[in-house]
C-alpha cells in the first residue's frame, strides 16, 4: 500500500508553505518516504514491531536544508504499550 499527502498552509507572516510526499510500505510494518517540505527533499524509513505485551519502532529521516546548511538527520526508537 501507499499514501501520497499534500499540504498547503499560511505561517505567522502569512507566507505560505508547502508539504508534498509519497508513503510506500514494501514489506509488512517498514515504511519508506520521500517528499518535499516547503521546497527542501526529504526522505525516510521506518519499522514497527509489535510484541504484544509492547509495540517496538525504529526510524530514520533526512531533510536538506538552505543556504549551504549541512542536512538534518534524525533517528527515533519508540517503545509503547496500549
Not at 517540505?37 to 519502532?57: P, Q
Request: no cysteine; hydrophobic share 35%.
Amino acid at each position: 500500500p501507499s499514501t501520497i499527502t499534500a499540504e498547503i498552509g499560511l505561517r505567522d507572516a502569512g507566507d505560505p508553505e508547502f508539504r508534498l510526499g509519497l508513503l510506500v510500505e514494501p514489506i509488512e510494518n517498514g515504511e519508506i518516504a520521500i517528499g518535499l517540505d516547503d521546497g527542501m527533499f526529504t526522505a525516510g524509513l521506518g519499522y514497527r514491531y509489535d510484541a504484544g505485551f509492547a509495540k517496538f519502532g525504529l526510524g530514520y529521516s533526512f531533510r536538506t536544508e538552505r543556504e549551504g546548511l549541512p542536512p538534518r538527520h534524525s533517528f527515533d526508537l519508540i517503545i509503547g504499550t496500549e
